[in-house]
């Protein structure tokens, strides 16, 4: 009788360990797929959870969203890491279509979605690169009370600073892309057509005007060498935020933090942060 007892213990965890998804699509509100990975099973206890979002032309395998989400995972958090539409991921869309808005639609609806999930708990955590850190930012004004901790890196602090910066660090490359409206953008198996129109529609979005809106206490990263988002424009941000901030600039990093080193700082200055 006892070893018949502990099968049917034994069936009913392993059936209850199938049933935690790890990935998964899931549909909006125009027949879009999104496609959503889940992390951190063993953590659910704990009761903490983030979302993360990466940048333009990219998915969610790039080493901003990695390294921040295993500092996250080794806290002990439950991970939502996710494919946003119009870009180079597995989620529906072409890059030539993405905007803002599409950005923080996508967020919005996997925060929705996950709001039925057994993992789901409040408040929680938000982090984001680049454009994903604009993201995040208006997410976290706009819900105050979902939210504890923002983590915007290298974050686009509006459209008129991005496109500033641009200019100022990249004149003919910045001024070509606006003339022609595009440029081609290419990775090592793929290609994206990035429309200036892009930088033109982001300009309607100011992160500091959103000062007084953001509540949940916020690391912000950026990078010594960033010549797309200029870090003197993410200090100035982190100054005027009236909720506790913390500004950290990496050393000898670009905007993407492609080295190993930049990734074990960015790692020890999430970590920190989250614990």
């Known amino acids: 009788m006892r070893k018949i007892i502990f099968c049917l213990l034994f069936l009913v965890v392993a059936c209850s360990k199938n049933e935690q998804l790890t990935e998964t699509f899931i549909k909006n509100a125009q027949n879009e797929s999104i496609y959503i990975k889940l992390d951190g099973w063993q953590n659910l206890a704990n009761h903490k959870l983030a979302f993360l979002q990466h940048g333009l032309a990219s998915n969610m395998s790039h080493s901003v969203i990695q390294t921040t989400k295993k500092a996250l995972l080794n806290n002990g958090y439950f991970v939502v890491t996710f494919d946003s539409r119009y870009s180079l991921g597995k989620s529906d ?85 606006k003339k022609s409206g595009f440029y081609e953008y290419k990775t090592t198996d793929k290609t994206a057509t990035i429309p200036y129109q892009l930088v033109e529609e982001s300009k309607a979005y100011d992160a500091m005007k959103l000062v007084s809106d953001i509540t949940a206490h916020t690391l912000l990263v950026s990078a010594k060498n960033d010549i797309v988002i200029d870090p003197h424009d993410v200090q100035n941000f982190a100054q005027k935020l009236q909720t506790h901030a913390q500004f950290t600039l990496i050393p000898q990093s670009d905007h993407n933090f492609e080295s190993k080193q930049n990734q074990t700082d960015l790692y020890k200055v999430v970590s920190d942060f989250t614990r």
């Open 93 to 177: 869309g072409e890059v030539q279509y993405v905007n803002l808005s599409t950005f923080t639609q996508d967020l919005t609806d996997v925060i929705n979605w996950a709001k039925s999930q057994p993992f789901y708990h409040e408040p929680f955590t938000i982090g984001g690169h680049s454009l994903g850190g604009a993201s995040v930012i208006l997410y976290a004004a706009n819900h105050q009370q979902q939210i504890n901790k923002l983590i915007p890196i290298t974050p686009v602090i509006s459209g008129e600073l991005w496109e500033a910066s641009c200019m100022k660090n990249m004149p003919d490359f910045c001024k070509q892309w």
